[in-house]
């Protein structure tokens, strides 16, 4: 596997780029090298930014709470009116498949699907469905020993449900972000907290735990979060959370 390459950004702040995505990958009922995979210019992921996917990891070559990511992979498509044309056993087989061929056991994995080619730039005529196999992501270590810096914006995501592609105000803020040595950035609406760009966030005060409900993507690790706090019968609560909150958590 390769490893991770570590960096610094412009204040210094040393963070980990992930490796690039391996050799193989599938796309469209094939396994193919990823030097030769591709979409049509006509795809309406890339006209029209019409797709979704779902992201998650794998121990030991085996996807981490894969049905959960697969049945909300399949709610996001069916959210903005695409269908997954893949079953579930089928792709589950295929990422273990993908993890032996790419050589790695521990990696993360991307699934996308797109609108697929289209004549008008509206009409679909069949999906594109592929997925990547990618090295794990990692903070550094000093982001979990001394914690980390996020940053604010005003912005609610079009589908907050659905697991779309559009991540264009995370990207347009990258530079804004890494500049002020930032490692996420948390959306934000009429002083509301809602959800940052890649994660969930929970708020922690006198014992109880925090989270935004509305607005927010229900993340499978938020999810697993929720089931561990009310297993250890920890308080919680699934609330609006106030962006004046923030400064004052524990």
Same mark, same amino acid.
């Given at each position: 596997m390769v490893e991770h390459v570590l960096a610094k950004d412009e204040t210094g702040v040393r963070f980990s780029l992930p490796a690039p995505v391996k050799p193989y990958c599938y796309l469209n009922g094939k396994i193919v090298p990823?030097?030769?995979?591709?979409?049509?210019?006509?795809?309406?992921?890339?006209?029209?930014?019409?797709?979704?996917? =779902?992201?998650?990891?794998?121990y030991n070559g085996k996807p981490f709470y894969f049905h959960e990511h697969f049945a909300r992979f399949r709610h996001s498509a069916e959210i903005i009116g695409l269908k997954v044309p893949v079953g579930e056993a089928v792709v589950r087989d295929?990422?273990?498949?993908?993890?032996?061929?790419?050589?790695?056991?521990?990696?993360?994995?991307?699934?996308?699907?797109?609108?697929?080619?289209?004549?008008?730039?509206?009409?679909?005529?069949? %999906?594109?469905?592929?997925?990547?196999?990618?090295? !794990?992501?990692?903070?550094?270590?000093?982001?979990?020993?001394?914690?980390?810096?996020?940053?604010?914006?005003?912005?609610e995501r079009s589908f907050p449900r659905a697991k779309t592609t559009n991540y264009s105000t995370a990207l347009m803020l990258k530079t804004k972000k890494e500049r002020a040595g930032a490692v996420e950035i948390l959306y934000t609406k009429n002083k509301l907290v809602l959800e940052a760009s890649t994660s969930n966030i929970?708020?922690?005060?006198?014992?109880?735990?925090?989270? %935004?409900? =509305?607005?927010?993507?229900? =993340?499978?690790?938020?999810?697993?979060?929720?089931? !561990?706090?009310?297993?250890? =019968?920890? %308080?919680?609560?699934?609330?609006?959370?106030?962006?004046?909150?923030?400064?004052?958590?524990d």
């Open positions: 990823l030097a030769k995979a591709g979409l049509s210019l006509s795809d309406l992921g890339i006209l029209r930014g019409y797709g979704v996917f =779902d992201f998650l990891r794998t295929l990422i273990t498949k993908l993890c032996k061929k790419n050589r790695v056991s521990d990696a993360s994995i991307r699934m996308v699907l797109t609108g697929g080619e289209t004549r008008d730039g509206f009409s679909m005529i069949r %999906p594109s469905f592929f997925i990547l196999i990618e090295d !794990l992501y990692q903070f550094p270590a000093s982001v979990f020993a001394k914690g980390a810096k996020i940053i604010t914006h005003e912005y929970f708020l922690v005060k006198n014992g109880r735990i925090s989270t %935004p409900e =509305d607005g927010v993507l229900h =993340d499978i690790t938020r999810g697993i979060v929720l089931a !561990l706090v009310q297993k250890l =019968d920890i %308080p919680h609560t699934c609330r609006a959370v106030r962006v004046s909150e923030l400064s004052t958590a």
